[in-house]
T-cell receptor, first 112, second 114 residues
Framework: SQKIEQNSEALNIQEGKTATLTCNYTNYSPAYLQWYRQDPGRGPVFLLLIRENEKEKRKERLKVTFDTTLKQSLFHITASQPADSATYLCAPSLGGYSTLTFGKGTMLLVSP | GAGVSQSPSNKVTEKGKDVELRCDPISGHTALYWYRQSLGQGLEFLIYFQGNSAPDKSGLPSDRFSAERTGGSVSTLTIQRTQQEDSAVYLC????????????FGSGTRLTVV
């Protein structure tokens, strides 16, 4: 069955450093992969989408990579800030009108 | 509206009662999704509406759960004869449809069954 793995342990980093979060998937050939941010008590917020034929996508301090051979996406936040503290979810998509399946997310804690 | 609106934000109900949860999607979004999130768990897909097509109900956990979408806009998720294991945050999202578009989520309805 399709499986999405994100590190369940929280990632603690210091302000100003680069945070790197990992999303691995198995039994999947997604056409797209989306990343979301979720704050406590709120719904997830869409951040970025990367297509299978794109190796890398950037948006401000965010960078996403997509390696279809390794079946992995990496999500980077450069120059991290305490306001970046949240849970980050990855969601591979098969494309078309298929629904998203979300990973359980990794909590990021950025300390001043 | 500017975002996806869900009501109520919190609902406490007694075991065995029926509940209705409402979702107002973004105007013009053809796709509407319901997910639920239990404490410390990931998002679990429930049901998906796309335009006038028959909904994808493959995620509904039992026949106590049903949903409808009227006029291609507002959706209601109904849970009959609630059980304690139904306690969770129920999230609604809408999108322009298809995997290339991100979902816009509401803030959810926190359901507690006592």
């Amino acid at each position: 069955s399709q499986k999405i793995e994100q590190n369940s342990e929280a990632l603690n980093i210091q302000e100003g450093k680069t945070a790197t979060l990992t999303c691995n998937y198995t039994n999947y050939s997604p056409a797209y992969l989306q990343w979301y941010r979720q704050d406590p008590g709120r719904g997830p917020v869409f951040l970025l989408l990367i297509r299978e034929n794109e190796k890398e996508k950037r948006k401000e301090r965010l960078k996403v990579t997509f390696d279809t051979t390794l079946k992995q996406s990496l999500f980077h936040i450069t120059a991290s800030q305490p306001a970046d503290s949240a849970t980050y979810l990855c969601a591979p998509s098969l494309g078309g009108y298929s629904t998203l399946t979300f990973g359980k997310g990794t909590m990021l804690l950025v300390s001043p | 509206g500017a975002g996806v609106s869900q009501s109520p934000s919190n609902k406490v109900t007694e075991k065995g009662k029926d509940v209705e949860l409402r979702c107002d999607p973004i105007s013009g979004h053809t796709a509407l999704y319901w997910y639920r999130q239990s404490l410390g768990q990931g998002l679990e897909f429930l049901i998906y509406f796309q335009g006038n097509s028959a909904p994808d109900k493959s995620g509904l956990p039992s026949d106590r759960f049903s949903a409808e979408r009227t006029g291609g806009s507002v959706s209601t998720l109904t849970i009959q004869r609630t059980q304690q294991e139904d306690s969770a945050v129920y999230l609604c999202a809408s999108s322009l449809g298809g995997g290339v578009y991100g979902y816009t989520f509401g803030s959810g309805t926190r359901l507690t069954v006592v």
